[in-house]
């Protein structure tokens, strides 16, 4: 699934590093729990996540994580969205629930981690 | 290769610099990415330790053809009770710590299933020095 579609599905909005629009997503991960984050392999993975801080784009630029959705309405800030930028982070922020945005992404198609 | 960096004691804004910086250079070096994923994972969750648990210190890297070594050392109150400290699960994190999404308990076990090699020598009320070592071949 593309990154736009995933947008698309969740009514979200693009920030961040600009969309890789060969980039093919095939996975997806929910957890606010950063060392969690970092036990599994994330490839063709996004992380669903409700925890909006520098600390995010950080685990997630360790995880080798390309695409990030945010849920809940959080906010980043320019600090946040400049570490995304560095290191080439495309984020996704929703105002979704993590729960409705994991169904939504389920129902289409999306693999879970495990 | 030698790196060295400065961790400061609770500062979320910038943890996870030197980890960043690191993987960095091993990118530039050509270092296979499975490697580079092991190897700043470990770092990364040294460096957050250090950041989150202790009052800050020093990450010294050493690269060369064939290994990477990583030292984190810090001041701090220490880990009175190692055993426990790698079991997975069990975290002391403050509310502050959780609040950035640290205190799953994971991170001393993930250092030690991402590094080769790894020493922990602490002493409660002096602080902790974290040594991790991963082979490249
Ligand atoms: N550098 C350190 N100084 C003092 N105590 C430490 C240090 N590193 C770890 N500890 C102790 O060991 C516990 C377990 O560490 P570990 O990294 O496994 O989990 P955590 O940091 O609590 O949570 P997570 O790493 O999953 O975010 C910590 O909660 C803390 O009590
Ligand atoms: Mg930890």
Known sequence: MKVKEIAKLVDGEIVGAPVDETYEVKKAFASDLMSDVLRFHMDDTV????????????????ADL???LIGRDKQPDEDMLELAED????????KYSIFKLSGILYAAGLEPLY | MHYTFNIERGNFTDAGQASSSVKRTLKQLGVDPANIKRTVVALFEAEINAVAHAYGGTIDVDIDGEKIVMVVADQGPGIPNLDLAMQEGWSTA?????EMGYGAG????NIKKNSDELKIDTEVGV???????????
């Open chain 1, 47 to 62: 992380l669903i996540t409700g925890l909006c801080n520098n600390q995010t784009m950080r685990t997630s630029e360790m």
């Open chain 1, 87 to 94: 290191a080439d982070i495309t984020i996704i922020k929703s």
């Open chain 2, 106 to 109: 994971m991170g001393l076990p």
């Open chain 2, 127 to 137: 602080g902790t020095t974290v040594t991790m070592t991963v082979y490249l071949t």
């Open chain 2, 94 to 98: 403050s509310a502050k710590v959780r």
């Open chain 1, 66 to 68: 390309r695409v990030v």
